[in-house]
């Protein structure tokens, strides 16, 4: 079996960049990612990234891969089961095959943050949704809730505006903590309804989402519930080496991204 000098799993920015710099210091390396892109083809606009302005987060995930193809970089798109260590090797089990490293980054990135709320498993695809993407004509015309105070959601919101007959924004807190400049879009949305101080508890509907009950007895008629309320380190994998994690949950790292495991670094 081949045994490459790294392999990088995780097919997001972070482990694309590595591959990258991989491939201009010569390692023979392979980027496994079931996903290429991750939590970035979400994205509605991507407006920090140097050299990047007013692209969608599929549109960004298409520069990512023309970069990729351009330097050759290896990769396979194919969902990581297990990792073990053999002597000085490591082994990779994928589901679809076995590979070889000497040498790993993770760059597992995260997913999204899953909440409780009553009947929401009931009602998951029938209404209630993490993240949209892009394309937002599914909801012309119809009334929309978003749960979240920070960019993601603040974005949404924006972004279902110009499509929705109404949009509610649920945050928990007293004031968003958006970026500024997204603040200032939302405000200009006028068929945005924020609500502060207040939390989604129930779900109610026939076969489809029909209502959301808020926990100060509000309800509110609504065709759709999008959840925005964050993400969450991606770390299921990392047992079967032991690696290290701090009280959030992300991989530790000294200063040159080495965890408490030789040669498995983290990005």
């Known amino acids: 079996m081949k045994v490459y000098d790294l392999i990088i799993i995780g097919a997001g920015p972070a482990g694309i960049t590595a591959g990258i710099y991989a491939k201009n210091f010569g390692l023979d390396c392979l980027i496994i990612g079931e996903k290429t892109g991750g939590l970035v083809n979400a994205a509605y606009k991507v407006e920090n990234y140097p050299g990047i302005f007013n692209l969608s987060g599929k549109e960004l995930t298409q520069k990512f891969l023309e970069h990729q193809k351009y330097l050759k970089i290896t990769s396979k798109k194919e969902r990581v089961?297990?990792?073990?260590?053999?002597?000085?090797?490591?082994?990779?089990?994928?589901?679809?095959?076995?590979?070889?490293?000497?040498?790993?980054?993770?760059?597992?990135?995260?997913?999204?943050?899953?909440?409780?709320?009553?009947?929401?498993?009931?009602?998951?695809?029938?209404?209630?949704?993490?993240?949209?993407?892009?394309?937002?004509?599914?909801?012309?015309?119809?009334?929309?809730?978003?749960?979240?105070?920070?960019?993601a959601a603040v974005m949404t919101a924006v972004m279902l505006a110009k499509q929705a007959k109404k949009v509610y924004l649920i945050y928990r807190q007293a004031k968003l903590r958006a970026d500024t400049i997204w603040l200032s879009r939302i405000k200009k949305a006028k068929n945005v309804e924020i609500i502060y101080k207040a939390n989604v508890v129930d779900l109610k509907g026939k076969s489809r989402l029909e209502k959301v009950v808020l926990d100060n007895k509000k309800q509110l008629k609504v065709n759709s519930l999008i959840i925005e309320a964050g993400s969450v380190p991606n770390t299921f994998l990392i047992h079967d080496l032991g690696i290290k994690t701090n009280k959030q949950g992300y991989i530790k790292t000294d200063k040159s991204q080495a965890t408490n495991v030789k040669e498995v670094f983290a990005a």
């Open 81 to 151: 089961l297990h990792l073990l260590r053999k002597g000085a090797r490591f082994s990779i089990s994928t589901n679809k095959n076995k590979y070889q490293a000497k040498t790993l980054i993770l760059a597992f990135g995260t997913e999204v943050r899953k909440i409780k709320i009553k009947n929401i498993e009931r009602f998951e695809n029938k209404g209630v949704s993490y993240r949209i993407g892009d394309n937002t004509s599914f909801y012309k015309n119809k009334i929309v809730a978003v749960i979240g105070g920070a960019n």
